[in-house]
């Protein structure tokens, strides 16, 4: 597992420095975030299909998203995904795996150009800006592209003009019982609750989500649970087990019900990145941005 982990760093890598010859015509989205970015910069014509939606899609995107085909809930079979005869593909990059859409060079042998965003493996939003405006370059909507980015940069900063000074400490709870598995401090999800004003209290694992403990949440007193929501198990679902057979039960952020939800999607790479951090830094400090 460690060794095609770092296999797909490294394509990432290479695939951040890829010249795309000729503009896609039949392209496949194979993660909500790469879809929102699509239908955000005006490429909807060109996608033929999408896959592996966590959440509603973004309201103001929904009339684009309800005419594009959803091929599967999850990852496509290779043989749905090549039955659209698709030239470029973006989304997950597990997509790149021998059992699940095949490797780079096999994709490229068949036709198919490939980009994984590099920001999904980045804790620094300008690569999330950077990944939009590569879409652009890719799709030839380089002035869509920069606007989207444009409005990102300035609700930021509107943000951060507004934040106080003292930072809240967030428990960021995604799943699991036995074991707690969080937001780690590395990744989107961790830069979020920092923009946001928000200390992670799991911040020193070194991935985007790792096994936590309940004893050093219990330690470290978190004021705020941040609940990551997607899959089968509901968020009213994990606030109870918090609230009724976690050893969390006794903290005043649990008592006081200082529970905030967070979409899976809000804390993936894309342009849901600053509304998320707004949202947040509004619930966590109880300022109007």
């Known amino acids: 597992m460690k060794r095609l982990y770092q296999n ?15 503009p896609p015509r039949r392209a496949i989205s ?21 896959a592996y939606l966590d959440s509603e899609i973004l309201p103001e995107l929904k009339e684009k998203y309800d005419k594009v085909p959803v091929l599967s809930n999850k990852l496509p079979t290779k043989e749905k995904f090549y039955s659209q005869n698709p030239d470029f593909l973006t989304g997950w990059p597990s997509v790149l795996t021998p059992a699940n859409l095949g490797p780079l060079e096999e994709l490229n042998e068949n ?5 994984i965003m590099k920001s999904v493996n980045s804790n620094n939003i300008e690569d999330v800006f950077s990944d939009i405006l590569k879409y652009g370059e890719i799709f030839e909507l380089q002035e869509n592209a920069q606007n989207v980015v444009n409005e ?24 699991g019982e036995g074991v707690p598995f969080v937001v780690g401090g590395q990744g989107m999800g961790n830069t979020i609750i ?25 330690v ?16 009213e679902k994990k606030v109870e087990y918090i609230k009724q057979r976690s050893i969390l039960k006794d903290l005043d952020a649990v008592k006081n019900n200082r529970f905030i939800k967070i979409e899976l999607a809000d804390i993936s790479s894309g ?12 619930e966590l400090h109880s300022i109007e941005i």
Request: negative net charge.
């Open 8 to 22: 797909i760093i490294v394509m990432l890598f290479i695939l951040g420095g890829l010249a795309y010859a000729n």
């Open 30 to 50: 194979t993660a909500q975030f790469t879809t929102e970015i699509l239908l955000s910069i005006g490429a909807e014509e060109k996608l033929i299909g999408t």
């Open 111 to 115: 036709g198919v150009q490939v980009y």
């Open 152 to 175: 990102m940069k300035e609700d930021l900063e509107k943000i951060k003009n507004k934040l106080p000074k003292e930072k809240i400490k967030v428990f960021p709870y995604d799943s």
């Open 194 to 218: 920092e923009l946001a004003g928000g200390e992670n209290i799991f911040k020193d694992i070194n991935s985007s989500f790792g096994n936590g403990s309940w004893e050093k949440a219990l």
């Open 220 to 235: 470290e007193d978190p004021e705020v649970i941040l609940i990551v929501d997607y899959g089968d198990t509901s968020y």
């Open 271 to 282: 342009v849901r990145n600053v509304k998320a951090i707004k949202k947040l830094a509004k």
